[in-house]
Structures are given as C-alpha cells and as structure tokens.
C-alpha cells in the first residue's frame, strides 16, 4: 500500500533533451546509443587482440 503511495509522487514526465545548443538537441536515446557503439568496438578490439586475428577484420566488420 506504501508503495503505491510513494509512486503517486514520482514526477514520470522527465525531458529527453539533455541540452539544446543552436537548435541541435542532443537526446538520452541518442547518448546511450552512440555510447553503447563505442563501446561495442573497444570490446571487440580486446577480443580481437585477445584471439590474434588481424586488425584488417575488425576494420572490415565495422564499416559494413
């Protein structure tokens, strides 16, 4: 019941837009989306690395 309570206070309504500079607004989704590339690569590079397979096949599975 307390629960149910304290979610009634929660303001859910929060802005996407983390800042707006000259009309570009750079977004949460946006972030977390490029974030989570970079660091797809960085844990590919170490796998790669890791595995000894030539850098040339990292290169060619990013850029297709």
Do not use: A
């Not at 690569?41 to 850098?55: A, D, Q, S, T």
Request: with cysteine.
């Amino acid at each position: 019941m307390i629960e149910n309570m304290i979610l009634n206070y929660v303001n859910w309504n929060i802005n996407p837009e983390i800042v707006n500079i000259f009309g570009f607004s750079l977004r949460y989704y946006g972030l977390l989306f490029g974030g989570g590339l970079i660091l797809c690569g960085y844990i590919l590079k170490g796998v790669f690395v890791k595995e000894k397979i030539p850098f040339e096949n990292l290169q060619i599975l990013t850029i297709c």
